[in-house]
């Protein structure tokens, strides 16, 4: 056989021969494919999230009262659960009748939430006893000091880092027990329907750490 038909049938041979598919170019598409899917994966996991409130509330304790919310979160991308610790106190003593009086509050609080984008919409649902100080002598007391209520929260989460977003709420309770506060035998006030919190504070991711 000549040399020209030799050439002739390598280079047939060689048009003709499949391409493998493990070829450089499949490989690193596949390389860039398998971190993108992992991180979709990751995405719709469950993660945690630890969060604090400053927060300002009306219509809970006799004065405007102030305090915090420590909050742990359990989040999906569209759904989270939080467990809330909040403490509130009178901001300023009030004048009752003639008697100087103190208020505080402990509440725990169970947040449903559901996501989209940066903002939030929760049900939130708590519960907390009423705490009253005065002068020494002085007959004071709440009745049926319990205090429980259900409310809207509204939210929004501005993320200023990978590790820390910060979050603000705001929130319109329907109080169902209302304890009131008596003196001397004397009703002087009482927990009205509606009461109000605002929140801005901190969230960070617990695989943060």
């Keep these: 056989m000549s040399r020209a038909g030799c050439a002739v049938m390598v280079a047939v041979v060689t048009a003709t021969a499949p391409v493998h598919a493990d070829t450089p ?15 979709q994966q990751g995405d719709d996991m469950l993660r945690g999230e630890l969060s604090a409130s400053p927060l300002l509330a009306t219509g809970l304790l006799p ?8 909050a742990t979160t359990f989040r999906w991308p569209s759904l989270s659960i939080a467990v809330e610790a909040r403490m ?29 984008g940066v903002l939030s919409v929760c049900a939130v649902f708590d519960a907390g006893e009423l705490q009253i100080t005065s002068d020494p002598g002085v007959a004071i007391q709440a009745r049926k ?7 809207l929260r509204a939210a929004g989460d501005w993320r200023f880092s990978d590790q820390l977003s910060l979050r603000g709420f705001v929130e319109l309770h329907t109080n169902h027990s209302r304890p009131s506060l008596w003196v001397n035998g004397k009703e002087v006030w009482r927990v009205p329907p509606l009461s109000g919190v605002v929140g801005l504070g901190l969230a960070l991711p617990v695989d943060a750490f």
């Design 63 to 70: 004065a405007l009262a102030g305090g915090a919310a420590f």
């Design 88 to 116: 509130l106190t009178s901001l300023a003593d009030t004048f009752e009748d003639g008697v100087l009086v103190h208020a505080s509050l402990a509440m725990p609080t169970l947040d449903i939430c559901g996501h989209r």
């Design 25 to 39: 170019r499949s490989e690193s598409r596949r390389e860039t494919d398998e971190p993108q899917r992992e991180m």
């Design 145 to 151: 000091a319990w205090i429980s209520s259900i409310g």
